[in-house]
């Protein structure tokens, strides 16, 4: 029997962190002023799943709002991934639907074991939730799914990994 993995991770300076995603959203030309967001890891195992958010910068009265929608990005890939339509998505922006409220942001990635691990941000525009997690996922160096393409990843990269420091994920997987 495989052992259960712990998302728990850490951030180091997650105030810089949300500056940085305030300038890549500032880069994207929204009109949206990024306050903050609220960032999700979800590893699934056939008992349940390990969660943990942390809280960036300071959304406010949004914060539950952005929590709520964090989990909503998992929890739609993760069931789309049981259907045979949706088997081979590893990206919420697959099936968003902007007049369902249902928004891009969460990337499936994979440990070095090939476990599912689901990493999520809602607080920016979604294309720029989807770059952060897709580059939180790359620093930590989990296997990110071949063909993504997204226009602000490499902005994305140069802003954000230098301020991604999360020794504890590592540890827990």
Partial sequence: MKKKKKACFTL??????????????????????????VLTISIPYPEGASHEAHTLGDPGINTVDFGFFAAEKIRRLQNRRQTEEGKN?????????????????????????????????????????????????EALGFKVPEGYTNPLVPKARELIQQHIILPDLKKGL
């Avoid at 105030?15 to 967001?37: H, P, Q």
């Avoid at 697959?94 to 440990?111: F, N, V, W």
């Avoid at 720029?128 to 939180?136: F, G, L, M, Q």
């Fill in 12 to 37: 180091l300076y997650p105030n810089l962190l949300a500056g940085e995603i305030a300038r890549l959203t500032k880069e994207f030309k929204s009109d949206r002023e990024f306050k903050g967001g």
């Fill in 89 to 137: 998505e590893f990206a919420s922006s697959q099936s968003a639907d902007k007049e369902k409220e249902r928004y891009g942001g969460c990337i499936l990635a994979h440990t070095e074991d090939g476990d599912e691990v689901y990493l999520s941000f809602s607080g920016a525009p979604d294309v720029v939730d989807e770059a952060v997690v897709y580059v939180i996922a």
